[in-house]
């Protein structure tokens, strides 16, 4: 990770903390630069210099207008202002990263077929810190690919817990 990247994240930090909706923004944040990741006509886009910053900033706008909250938007029209938008999965994974390390929490990446509610959020963070003996962070991303169930991801390890991986090794025991 660049030093660049790290100056980046630190002052997001410092705007959600002067914002005070740290976890809201930090969630947007990542939803965000993952569908940047996994979409190369949008990436291609919003890093194209040869396109005004103005529509870019604008391409921004319109995605997430109304889906996200202002300083989420703010930001990433930043980042895209920029010319930075390949580096922001790395800003808000070092974001993610020193948000959890000031809080002594790890960040959980869940990914699941469906929303899931601050209920449900709630008992995996208390299921994980029992595994685990660290509060955690829960970023859940919707994942149509799941099927059913969720896949947890802290760190280096993924505990897979989805149907497809269920269905699977109940088709190996046959």
């Known amino acids: 990770m660049s030093d660049r990247t790290a100056l980046y994240a630190e002052a997001f930090l410092d705007v959600l903390a ?19 990741e ?7 886009a919003l890093g194209d ?13 319109d995605l997430l207008g109304g889906k996200a909250s202002p300083t989420t938007i703010a930001l990433v029209s930043l980042v895209v202002g920029t010319g930075r938008i390949r580096e922001l999965s790395d ?28 209920d449900q959020k709630k008992r995996l963070a208390e299921s994980i810190k029992e ?12 994942d149509p ?9 802290i760190g280096d390890t993924v505990i897979d817990g989805s149907v497809r991986s269920r269905l699977s090794k109940l088709r190996e025991s046959f």
């Not at 990263?97 to 469906?114: F, I, L, P, W």
């Not at 595994?131 to 919707?142: K, L, S």
């Not at 690919?145 to 991801?153: A, D, E, F, K, R």
Request: aromatic share 2%.
């Open 131 to 142: 595994a685990t003996g660290r509060d955690v962070d829960i970023v859940v991303i919707v």
């Open 49 to 61: 210099p040869h396109l005004p910053v103005e529509k870019r900033q604008q391409i921004v706008e």
């Open 18 to 36: 002067a914002e005070g909706n740290v976890n809201e923004v930090q969630d947007e944040l990542f939803r965000f630069a993952r569908v940047v």
């Open 145 to 153: 690919n799941v099927l059913g169930g969720i896949v947890t991801q």
């Open 91 to 118: 800003i808000v994974d070092h974001l993610l990263a020193r948000t959890a390390a000031s809080g002594n929490k790890s960040v959980a990446e869940v990914r699941s077929a469906v929303e899931l509610t601050d």
């Open 38 to 44: 996994g979409n190369d006509d949008l990436r291609q």
